[in-house]
């Protein structure tokens, strides 16, 4: 594990790691986890890239209607597959705990397409991340609005924590998702500009209204400490760092 790139003193890292679960960058205080809407974790032992997966009674029956050539993916190959299987007991009752926004007792909706919950978890390699879990919930690469979707997604899971976390988080989209490296790249650079720029305008509108505010209330909107991509290897980091690199290389004022 090494760190490969910083941008805006600091404030964004770029680094290569195996695992973002077992080996995060150190420090790490909260653990984006891209997930599906019913945040139910993997359900089965493999899945095709770039989904959706059809339902089925019981693993391996179930028919993909899909390419056989198509890269099927493993429970150990995704962040939200090893965050199931480090969980335990413990992050299913988190889960359990959370409302259901929408569908049916079939298929309950936690957390809609775009969306970011935050759960507190503390077991196993999971308890290194004091800011907890963050859940979001990217587009599949097929869908007609998934950079909205997925920079919804981004946006939402940023503003999840107190101002001094750390966020350690994979290249959402590029995975399961199915979306190519350099879009999903592309995006993350754009929704990281757009979290780091809105900070300065937020402190400034809760300045300007502070003594209107009740005691306890607060308008701030503060971007992470620092932001912290993680790919697997070289290649994905030269992807990565040139998006993040354009994207970051402006003015501020």
């Keep these: 594990m090494h760190r490969l790139a910083r941008y805006r003193s600091g404030r964004v890292e770029l680094w290569i790691t195996p695992c ?3 080996m995060p960058p150190p420090r790490s205080t909260a653990l984006i986890v891209p997930t599906n809407e019913r945040l139910c974790g993997t359900q089965f032992a493999h899945f095709p890239k770039g989904g959706p997966t059809p339902a089925a009674t019981k693993i391996g029956e179930r028919d993909y209607e899909r390419p056989r050539a198509e890269r099927l993916l493993y429970q150990c190959e995704s962040v939200d597959g090893i965050v199931t299987e480090f ?4 992050y299913e009752s988190a889960i359990a705990d959370l409302p259901i926004v929408s569908g049916d007792a079939d ?3 936690r957390c809609k397409t775009g969306g970011a919950v935050r759960v507190p978890i503390a077991t196993g390699p999971l308890a290194a991340f004091a800011d907890g879990l963050i859940l979001a919930v990217p587009p599949f690469y097929a869908s007609l609005s998934w950079r909205g979707q997925l920079l919804n997604a981004y946006s939402n899971a940023f503003a999840l924590g107190p101002p001094t976390r750390r966020i350690a988080t994979p290249l959402m989209g590029a995975g399961t998702r199915g979306a190519p490296v350099a879009e999903a790249a592309a995006v993350a650079a754009e929704a990281t500009r757009e979290c780091l720029a809105a900070e300065a305008p937020a402190v400034q509108a809760s300045i300007e209204t ?11 909107q503060y971007a992470p400490q620092t932001i912290r991509f993680c790919v697997l290897d070289d290649d994905v980091g030269e992807i990565v760092d040139s998006a993040l690199d354009e994207a970051l290389t402006w003015n501020m004022t």
Excluded: K, M, R
């Design 87 to 90: 969980g335990g007991a413990a």
């Design 210 to 220: 502070l003594l209107e505010q009740d005691e306890g209330e607060s308008a701030i």
């Design 20 to 22: 973002v679960v077992t």
């Design 107 to 109: 298929y309950p909706v």
